[in-house]
DNA sequence: GTCTATAGCTAGATAGAC
DNA sequence: GTCTATCTAGCTATAGAC
């Protein structure tokens, strides 16, 4: 068997890369695979199913990173609690550098007439919500006003990141991010 | 001269809840032109530049939309503040629906190969901030205080947007859009 | 596993009848 | 002003050589 020219994790790197910055219907085939190093029929070998095997893999990529990143991080008892909250902080500002990348659900989410994406962000936002929560849950705050805080951190990385774009200013995004350990600490 | 099947307001009405839904990339001639009840060929007698003067017709629409709604209302030394800011916030809940409809903002600041789409969204972006900036001025804040009212105020609305839709949870919008008005009057 | 070549279709855009 | 018909370019997807 001929070696990959790149492997997977890498590939859906790239992947991932064209959907958030130009959407579902504004990556064509040809894009993705240029961005890869690969062309067209190549990227068909790795995922028969097409474009939409290839957003759906995208997206339980996206998924997984969660899952490590923001739940495991978020729920692990080894850390204290503010040292966990910080380290999540900081994943997300490497996952939309600082900024300068839109988010993926964002991209994916208009209507692209593949009615599996809605889902699959969806099952993605409520376990970000949820490990949010169950945090807020922890350091003592009520169901309801933890729920609170958790769409309010949502709420205030989705919204900076658009009005961050929108205005060219990255300085927008980074004072949103600092903000969201004060939802959690109120008296630092 | 045949009379138009459809007059501007009502023609661009239409081909901006295109845009919004489906995105630049994903909203055809086929699909802008079928939901104003015309045929492509129409469309280009209305709209000679194409797609890029649709779009920008549409932009150019909004703008003046949030000079009348959200400027003007704010700004309109007749009424009583507090009553301005339950207006325009009335006017951004009637704009995107009660939370089921998009904004259009988002919807076109993706990767379009179309340059001009960035700046007009900043231009309007900045006129919204400036909007509530002003305000919030006004009511008593110091500048530095009211410029992060305003952008905090616009986080709200974009973010709770996007949540609002990942989530299929319209009232998240609702509560969002109810908090705004503490964002100015944090004592009521 | 990657590639070239190509199928079949739909996109944006025009010409010209009414 | 709206329409049908049509052009070209780009799209998704496949076949088959290496």
């Not at 939309?96 to 209507?111: E, I, N, P, V």
């Not at 991010?177 to 939802?183: F, G, S, V």
Request: with cysteine.
């Amino acid at each position: 068997m001929r070696p990959q020219k790149i492997d997977d994790t890498a590939l859906l790197a790239r992947l991932i890369d064209v959907f958030r910055s130009k959407g579902y219907e504004g990556s064509s085939l040809n894009d993705l695979a240029a961005s890869a190093g690969l062309k067209k029929a190549s990227l068909y070998h790795r995922f028969p199913g097409g474009k939409e095997e290839i957003v759906t893999a995208v997206l339980e990529h996206t998924t997984t990173w969660g899952k490590t990143h923001i739940e495991e991080t978020l729920a692990d008892q080894t850390v204290p609690a503010r040292q966990r909250l910080e380290k999540v902080i900081d994943n997300i500002d490497a996952l939309y550098a600082q900024g300068t990348k839109t988010c993926l659900f964002r991209a994916l989410s208009m209507d692209t007439g593949v009615p599996t994406l809605d889902s699959l962000i969806q099952i993605d936002m409520n376990n970000w919500v949820q490990a949010f929560k169950t945090f807020a849950q922890e350091i003592g705050f009520t169901s309801e006003v933890a729920h609170q805080k958790a769409l309010q951190t949502l709420i205030n990385i989705q919204g900076s990141l658009i009005i961050t774009k929108g205005l060219n200013d990255t300085t927008i995004f980074k004072n949103t991010l600092h903000t969201i350990k004060y939802l959690y600490y109120p008296t630092l």
